[in-house]
Each structure stands twice: as structure tokens, then as C-alpha cells.
């Protein structure tokens, strides 16, 4: 059984930095492609950065100079390293798991942490 689950989160002022982590149970890292999503308030999903099981890393264009994934397969434990935060980027982040192609599309994901809050002012 897959368990992902998400801690990190918090509140924090603009120009402020967060790592969110997301451990996983069940299945190791080098397996699944994984990917973050966020959701701000009254909008869709998005995906912001994923990474394969060979370590490679596609970003949202829009935060790639902010944001970087990361995996310690040690630690089976993904992160998110987000810098210079800004208010826009209030939203409830989630991390995913697929056994495909690494991809920004939500559909490609089969498992799903149970998000953590993330609140920039």
C-alpha cells in the first residue's frame, strides 16, 4: 500500500523560503515518478516541478528560478525547496507518485499525500 505524506508547510512572509517534504511508504522513490502540485484558493491544480526515477527534473516555467525538487532515496523522502515566496504562492501542496512518465498532468498520478498548507503574506 502506497502512503505519501506531506509536512513542511506553514506561514511565512514574502521573500521567505520553505522545504516541504513528502515521505513514502510502501514503494521507493527509484521506482516512481514524482511530482508537486499546488492549489491556491479558488483555482485549478497545478504542477509546479517533477522528477523521474532517473533523476531528472522539469519545472513550470513560471518557478523554476524559485522552486527545486529534490529526492534522498536514503531517506525515501522528496522535497521542495521554494525561495523568495511570494503571496501568489499561497496554496495547499501536494506530491504525487506515478509509475509512468514523469509528467505535469494530475491524471498521470495514482497517488497522493494529503496536502500541506503553505501561506505567504
Known amino acids: 500500500h502506497v502512503q505519501l505524506v506531506e509536512s513542511g508547510g506553514g506561514s511565512v512572509q514574502a521573500g521567505g523560503s520553505l522545504r516541504l517534504s513528502c515521505a513514502a511508504r510502501?514503494?521507493?522513490?527509484?521506482?516512481?515518478?514524482m511530482g508537486w502540485f499546488r492549489r491556491p484558493p479558488g483555482k485549478e491544480r497545478e504542477g509546479i516541478a517533477v522528477i523521474d526515477s532517473d533523476g531528472d527534473t522539469a519545472y513550470a516555467e513560471s518557478l523554476k528560478d524559485r522552486f527545486t525538487i529534490s529526492v534522498d532515496n536514503a531517506k525515501n523522502t522528496l522535497y521542495l525547496r521554494m525561495n523568495s515566496l511570494k503571496p501568489e504562492d499561497t496554496a495547499m501542496y501536494y506530491c504525487?507518485?506515478?509509475?509512468?512518465?514523469?509528467?505535469?498532468?494530475?491524471?498521470?498520478?495514482?497517488?497522493w499525500g494529503q496536502g500541506t498548507q503553505v501561506t505567504v503574506s
Open positions: 510502501g514503494y521507493t522513490y527509484d521506482t516512481y515518478c
Open positions: 504525487a507518485a506515478s509509475r509512468g512518465v514523469a509528467s505535469f498532468s494530475a491524471m498521470t498520478y495514482a497517488y
